[in-house]
Every structure is written in C-alpha cells, then in structure tokens.
C-alpha cells in the first residue's frame, strides 16, 4: 500500500511539474516561446543526428535511391542536407506538440482557410512574381550579363524539368509560408506592433536562410554529429557575415514584401503564390541562363537574383504593386492570427491591431 502511494505521488510530482512547466511556457510572450523551442528543436535534433546517421549508413549499400538522394561519393556525404531535413521534422512534430500553447487551434488561425477568391490571389501572386522577375532577367540578358545557356538534353528533358521545378516551388512556397508568415509573423503580431512584427519576423526569415554547413561524414558512429554541424553553421553565418550580407538584406525584403501580402489579403494565399512565383523563376534561370557578369555585382547582384540593388528595387516595387492589385479585392471576415478583420472593399495595413489592445 505505501510502495503504491509512492508511485501515485512520484506520479502526481511529475505531472504537478508538467502542467506548471506548461502554464509557465502558455504565459511567455510569442516571440520567447519561439526562441525556446528553436534551441529545443536544434537540442533534440542534435541528439537524434547520429542514429539517423546510423540508419543512413546502413541503407547506402542497400539502396541507390538512398545513394543518390545523399549524394553519396568517394565514401563520403554531406551531412549538413540530412540535418535540415532532421531540423524540418523534429519542427513540424514540436509545432503540432505544442500547437495549444502556442494558441494554433485550427488551420485557418495561420491563414490557411477556404475563402471566396483565394484561386485568385493564388494565381495572382505567381504571376505578379513572375512577371516582375522576367522583367528583371530580361535586362540582364539584354545587357549581357546573363547569357542563354540551356542545361537540358533535349526539348522532353527540359520541360519535364520545368514541370518538376513547378512541383518543388509550389511545395517550397506553401510550406515556407505555413512556417514563416503563418506561425512566425502571427505569432510576433500577438506581442509586437504591426511593423515590428513584419521586420522582426522578415528578419528571422532572412537569417533562417544561411543557417546550414557543409560537414562531410564517412560511415561510422559519429555521437556529436548533429552538435558538430549546429556549431558550424552558427560558425559560418558569424565569419561569412560580410559576404552573405547583400542576400541577407534580400532576402529580408522577400519577408517583407510576403508579410504585406498577407496583411493586406488576410490570407496565405497571395504570399504562397508569391513565394512560389519566386522559386519557380529562380530556379528556372538557373537552368536556362547562365550568369556571366562579373562586374557591377553591386548593381545586378549575381544568380541569386536578390543580391544587388536593382533586384532590391524590384522587391521594393513589388511591394507597392501588391498594394495596388489588392485595392480591388475584398477580404471577408476572419480570423488572422486571432486578430478580428472585418469585411472591407479596401483592406489597410493600419486597421491590423495588436491583439494586446484587443
């Protein structure tokens, strides 16, 4: 009878310690919680690093498919591409875990919901982003920078390329949207004031992109491998810093212009488009053009399109035309974020309050 009346109270510590932990993390602000559980996805994906290293090694003999996915040579593979997808997983399951704390009750609180018009904004963000971009790789190869250069083996192959860089940017814009402006951006709205959260937020989103490390591995046990490739990618965003700047501000001007899209839609749908319009261009020139110039980088950036500052300056009329294309749509009423929108022909950014003043 006391050996169960132990066990009862050990049980009854453990849970009085979990729902206090639980309460504790519920009442911390957006943004800390975000932090925390980013160190908490890095610690648990560090520790299981090295038994999915242990499982990879021992498909690499058994399977081609595994073998080229690693893109497994000379005895070696680059680890740093596993531990992103190992970071993506332990994110996605920590999210869905603490999905209550962290107030995400449906799919429609990250803007993800079935409204009137969200083909359209669909459609009209891929093309808005497209069109902007042709425009910019149009000069580029007018002025010689880029020159024509198709990486295909023939017309099959290159459509069949085309049609899997559509399915890639798609998956890529939908799920960095869901990710970014979906929980990040509405979870900074609740505790900051709007333009807070759009740099705030745009800023992690641009920093989030150099967080990675080449780290080679051979086959073997390896128990700090996911520690040693943390390290390193902290390490090279810290030395490289001067040099990834030009993309960091970029791609800081991506977030914003992806956060006003959603604002002024009250929507994924418009900045998902837009994101995929992106991909899909970047990853098309990449394939079709080829950058030659090396000179005026400062000017027209280099491959990565959003390097220089005429790619700057289409970010930045992007961002004026996005405003301009959703005067004429109307966004009916919803729930972003937890934060009330009522039904308006002409949506403003100001009308978006803190839910601390609600």
């Known amino acids: 009878m006391n050996y169960n009346q132990r066990v009862f109270t050990v049980d009854n510590s453990f849970l009085r310690h979990y729902h206090f932990t639980m309460i504790s993390f519920r009442n ?5 919680k975000i932090l925390l559980l980013y160190l908490f996805i890095l610690f648990v994906s560090s520790l299981l690093a090295p038994l999915i290293k242990i499982a990879a090694d021992m498909l690499i003999p058994q399977s081609a498919l595994v073998t080229d996915l690693l893109n497994y040579e000379h005895g070696s593979y680059d ?3 596993v531990m992103r997808r190992i970071i993506l997983g332990v994110a996605i399951l920590v999210i869905f875990l603490f999905r209550k704390p962290l107030m995400i009750n449906s799919l429609s609180t990250i803007g993800i919901k079935h409204t009137s018009g969200w083909w359209e904004h669909l459609q009209m963000g891929f ?3 497209t069109g902007i971009f042709i425009l910019y790789t149009s000069f580029l190869f007018i002025t010689g920078t880029k020159i024509l250069q198709v990486d295909a083996k023939s017309i099959g192959d290159l459509f069949f390329q085309l049609f899997k860089i559509l399915l890639i940017a798609g998956l890529v814009g939908c799920i960095e949207e869901i990710f970014f402006r979906g929980f990040v951006f509405q979870s900074f709205l609740r505790d900051m ?3 807070s959260a759009v740099c705030a937020s745009s800023l992690f989103y641009s920093l989030l992109h150099f967080f990675k490390a080449k780290v080679l591995v051979f086959p073997g046990f390896q128990p700090f491998i996911g520690f ?10 810290i030395v490289n810093f001067t040099a990834i700047m030009p993309t960091m501000i970029g791609l800081f001007l991506v ?4 956060s006003y899209a959603c604002l002024r839609t009250n929507s994924l749908y418009f ?3 837009l994101h995929a319009g992106w991909v899909f261009l970047i990853k098309t020139n990449i394939l079709v053009f080829d950058h030659v110039g090396t000179n005026s980088r400062w000017l027209y950036g280099d491959s990565k399109v959003v390097t220089g500052i005429l790619g700057w300056g289409l970010l930045i009329v992007t961002l004026f035309l996005v405003r301009l294309v959703t005067k004429t749509t109307s966004c009916e009423t919803v729930s972003y974020g937890k934060i009330p929108i009522k039904k308006q022909s002409k949506p403003q950014i100001a009308q978006i309050q803190n839910t601390n003043n609600i």
């Open 28 to 32: 911390l602000k957006q943004y800390k």
């Open 193 to 195: 004031q709007t333009v």
């Open 228 to 237: 040693m490739v943390i390290y390193q990618s902290f390490s090279n965003m």
């Open 127 to 129: 093309f808005l982003s």
């Open 271 to 273: 900045a998902i488009g």
């Open 255 to 258: 977030g914003v212009v992806l």
């Open 79 to 81: 680890f740093g591409k």
